[in-house]
């Protein structure tokens, strides 16, 4: 089968497309062909290696331990493993599989996996997994979201931001959005009741309080942050720079009810209620870009850029 490998770290040209042996699922595991798949953070970061320290938590010290990345996927089942309940082949399912989705082929364990409702496309569900559970987990279970709150999301048009402004409104919230300027109408369509082009106006500088922050472009001083949050408010990194992730962390020890940083974690649940959601119309995929499995390169390049409104997909097949 045909597989986007990288054998060092470095930058995007690390990406070659090979031909590698086709995976043979294990007990509790799901073989799928793979119809797409979605970039993310998680896996730019891989190639990147950056930071250093995600050598020292499993992706191999000195060169990659998982030469396939692509966490995301959505595809259709062609064989199961033992022990495997919820599916046969056939069925079209979408999850999150940690690595190996930039393949024609991909083994998933069965509970990182749910049905794909039949009115989303592979792309949209591909699209899906990682960026809407650490939106959702974010909200929910670090920031205790309930209803009439104000709601601020910042880099809300990316992959995570475009979710988390649709999964905020969800829960009967008042969201802003923070975004640049040609994204506006964008994150304007998706739901939010105001919208502020950061390059033009410093939002932590009105008047406005806000019971949530959900910042998923974390760059700012928190301090800068702690201003326009409102008594009893929380501040929720879900991305950014390695620095302030880590700063939040650290003060999270001591404002552990105020400030959280969220890593997604793979709930079959979570999983089942986003599926739900995306089928009920109540949130959507915003999809800027696609390329094909052999532009997975061109892809990574594209997304470290910044500018992409929504996510990066990578279609697999026809």
Partial sequence: MKAVVYSKY???????????????PEEGELLLKVRAASVNAYDWRHVRAD???????????????????????????????????????????????????FA??????EKRCVPKPSGLTFEEAAAAPMAALTALQGLRDEGHIRAGQKVLINGASGGVGTFAVQIAKSFDTEVTGACRTTKMDLVRSLGA?????Y??????????????????????PVSEYKRILAPGGRYIVAGGSIARIFQV???????????????ARVVQQDLLLIAEMMAA??????????????????????????RARGKVVITVGS
């Fill in 51 to 101: 930071p250093f320290l995600i050598r020292l938590m499993g992706a191999g010290l000195f060169k990659p331990k998982h030469r396939i990345l692509g966490a995301d996927v959505a595809g259709e089942i062609e064989a199961i493993g033992r022990q495997v309940t919820q599916f046969k082949p056939g069925d079209a399912v979408f999850g999150e599989g940690g690595y190996g989705a």
């Fill in 249 to 263: 962390m650290f003060l999270s020890l001591f404002r552990a009810k105020s400030m959280r940083v969220v890593i």
């Fill in 199 to 220: 390059t033009r106006e410093d939002v932590t500088r009105q008047e406005r309080r806000f019971d949530l922050i959900f910042d998923v472009a974390a760059f700012r």
């Fill in 193 to 197: 009741d105001q919208v502020v082009d």
């Fill in 281 to 306: 119309g109540k949130v959507k995929a915003v999809i800027d870009k696609r390329f094909p499995l052999n532009e997975t390169a061109e892809a990574f390049r594209y997304f470290e850029e910044g």
């Fill in 104 to 109: 024609e082929y991909v083994c998933v364990a």
């Fill in 10 to 24: 470095g930058s995007p040209d690390v990406l070659r497309l090979e031909e590698v042996d086709k995976p043979v």
